[in-house]
Nanobody, 121 residues
Framework: QVQLVESGGGLVQAGGSLRLSCAAS????????MGWYRQAPGKQRELVAR???????NYADSVKGRFTISRDNAKNTVYLQMNSLKPEDTAVYYC???????????????WGQGTQVTVSS
């Protein structure tokens, strides 16, 4: 089994900062990419930021310059540093990872349970 466990969500005022963490555990051979998605009420889930094993990153235009994604490969953990938060950043944030459990197995997509981020105006 593989689990992604997120932490770090909460309530913050506009202009504030939060740091999300997501740790992958279980039988893991390799992780190609890890990322963060978010879903606001009544909206579709959207990509926030993603980082691949070589360190290349990509961000949603709405968070560029404010959010930073990073990864600790030794700990199978991905972080999302969120600065200058806005009310429109309010959403449930989900961790995602592309994981190969054994050298011979296929890569599968795994999701965390989600963590709420609420930004008050």
């Amino acid at each position: 089994q593989v689990q992604l466990v997120e932490s770090g969500g909460g309530l913050v005022q506009a202009g504030g900062s939060l740091r999300l963490s997501c740790a992958a555990s279980g039988t893991i051979f390799s992780i190609t990419a890890m990322g963060w998605y978010r879903q606001a009420p009544g909206k579709q889930r959207e990509l926030v930021a993603r980082i691949i094993s070589g360190g290349r990153t990509n961000y949603a235009d709405s968070v560029k310059g404010r959010f930073t994604i990073s990864r600790d490969n030794a700990k199978n953990t991905v972080y999302l540093q969120m600065n200058s938060l806005k009310p429109e950043d309010t959403a449930v944030y989900y961790c995602n990872a592309d994981i190969r459990r054994q050298w011979y197995s296929e890569e599968y997509d795994y999701w965390g349970q989600g963590t709420q981020v609420t930004v008050s105006s």
